[in-house]
C-alpha cells in the first residue's frame, strides 16, 4: 500500500508544479482567497469524510446513523437558504461566514464526550445548520470577489481547498490509526478552524449589492420565476442522490472490501487531488464552453462512478475509483457555481447559491442517507 502512496504523489507532482508556479502571478486577492480555501477545507477535512466513522466508533448502527445523517441532510434544506438570504439582506457574506465558523466549531467540540444517539443527533443538526451553508457562502463570496479581477478564475482560488483537504484528510487519517479514534480529529477542526477565521479578517473584499439591485429585493421566489434555474435544481438532485450516499457510507464499503478506517484518509486524499487538474484548467473549460454544457458532461462521470462501486471487491478498487471526483464533482461544482450567478438577479447571488447547494446535499442526502 505504502508503494502506491508514493505513486499517487509523484503523479501530481507536475500540477504542483503548476500551483507554484501560479502563486508568483497571483494577486493580492486571489493570494487571501486561495489560503482561506486552503484553511477552511482543509479544517473540515476532519469532519466531513469521517462523520460516519464518528457515529460508528460510538456503537450506532447504520440505521441510527443514516437516521442522523437524513435528518441532518433535511436542516439543511432550511438552513442554507436562510443564512444566503441573510448575507445578501445584511450585504456581507463575510460577517455572515465568520459568524457561523464560529458557532460550528465551538458546538461541535461535545461530540467525543456524549454517548446517547439522541443528544448527539440534537448537537449535530445545530451544528449543520451553521456549518452547511459555509461552503456555497465561500463559493459566492469568491466569484463575487473575483469579478474584478482579470484573468483569475474561481477554479484556481478554489483548487487550493482540494489541496488543503487532501493534505489533512491524510493527516486525519494517519491521526486515527495512530490513536485508535476519532476523538483527535476534533481537536484538528478546532485548531484548524480558528485559522480560517482569521484568514477571513485578513479579506478586505466583501460581497456587496450592485447599484442594479437593492436588499428590499431578497426574496427566493424570484429564483423560482426562472424555468432554467427550476430545472437545474431537478436535474441537480437526482443526480446527487447516489452520489450523497456513496460519499456518506464510504467507510462502511472500505471495511466490506477489507480497508480500514485509516484507509480513508488516502481515499478522501486521492478524491480531493484528482478535483485539482479540473480546477487547475476550469477557465479553460468555462472560457471555451457553456457552464451547462459542462454540467451536463460531468454527470456521465457521476453515473460512472456509482457503476464501478457495484464491481469493488478490493480497497484498491475503491481508491482508484475516487480519480474520478474530478471530472464528475470539481467539473460539476465548476459549471454550477459558474450557471447560477448568471441565472441569479445581483441582489440574490448568495441565495441562489446556498439554495442550489441546498438541494443538491439536503434534498438528496435526505434520501440517500435515509435510504
Known amino acids: 500500500m505504502l508503494s502506491f502512496h508514493q505513486k499517487i504523489f509523484q503523479e501530481t507532482g507536475f500540477f504542483m508544479k503548476r500551483l507554484m508556479a501560479g502563486i508568483h502571478k497571483a494577486n493580492k486577492i486571489q493570494l487571501h482567497f486561495s489560503f482561506l480555501e486552503f484553511l477552511f477545507w482543509g479544517a473540515f477535512a476532519a469532519y466531513y469524510p469521517y462523520g460516519v466513522v464518528i457515529l460508528q466508533e460510538k456503537g450506532f448502527s447504520n440505521t441510527v446513523i443514516g437516521t442522523i445523517m437524513a435528518i441532518n441532510s433535511l436542516i439543511v434544506v432550511f438552513a442554507q437558504p436562510f443564512w444566503g438570504m441573510v448575507s445578501d439582506r445584511i450585504r456581507s457574506v463575510k460577517k455572515v461566514f465568520i459568524i457561523i465558523l464560529v458557532a460550528a466549531i465551538v458546538l461541535i467540540q461535545p461530540v467525543p464526550f456524549i454517548s446517547s444517539a439522541v443528544f448527539v443527533g440534537i448537537i449535530l443538526a445545530l451544528v449543520t445548520f451553521f456549518e452547511s451553508p459555509l461552503s456555497p457562502l465561500l463559493d459566492s463570496w469568491v466569484v463575487q470577489g473575483l469579478k474584478t479581477e482579470k484573468d483569475v478564475s474561481y477554479g484556481s482560488v ?49 460581497r456587496t449589492v450592485s447599484a442594479t439591485g437593492s436588499a428590499k429585493n431578497v426574496n427566493i421566489t424570484r429564483l423560482f420565476k426562472n424555468p432554467q434555474y427550476v430545472y437545474y435544481l431537478i436535474f441537480a438532485v437526482i443526480l446527487a442522490i447516489p ?61 460512472l462512478r456509482q457503476l464501478l462501486y457495484l464491481i469493488a471487491s478490493e480497497p484498491i478498487h475503491v481508491l482508484l475509483i475516487q480519480l474520478l471526483q474530478g471530472p464528475s464533482f470539481a467539473l460539476f461544482l465548476n459549471g454550477s457555481v459558474y450557471y447560477i450567478d448568471e441565472l441569479a438577479p445581483e441582489e440574490l447571488k448568495s441565495t441562489a447559491q446556498t439554495f442550489a447547494t441546498s438541494m443538491f446535499f439536503g434534498m438528496s442526502g435526505i434520501v440517500g442517507s435515509y435510504g
Open 243 to 303: 452520489h450523497r450516499s456513496a460519499f456518506m457510507f464510504i467507510p462502511n464499503l472500505m471495511k466490506s472490501v477489507g480497508g480500514t478506517d485509516g484507509d480513508l484518509g488516502l481515499v478522501f486524499a486521492v478524491m480531493a487531488l484528482s478535483e485539482i487538474p479540473t480546477f487547475l484548467y476550469s477557465r479553460v473549460l468555462i472560457n471555451r464552453f457553456k457552464p451547462i454544457y459542462v454540467i451536463l458532461f460531468s454527470s456521465a462521470f457521476y453515473i
Open 158 to 206: 478554489r483548487l487550493w481547498g482540494s489541496v488543503g483537504f487532501a493534505i489533512m484528510v491524510y493527516i486525519c487519517g494517519g491521526l486515527i490509526d495512530r490513536f485508535s479514534t476519532t476523538r483527535v480529529l476534533f481537536l484538528v477542526l478546532f485548531f484548524m478552524g480558528w485559522l480560517t477565521v482569521f484568514s477571513c479578517t485578513r479579506i478586505k473584499t466583501d
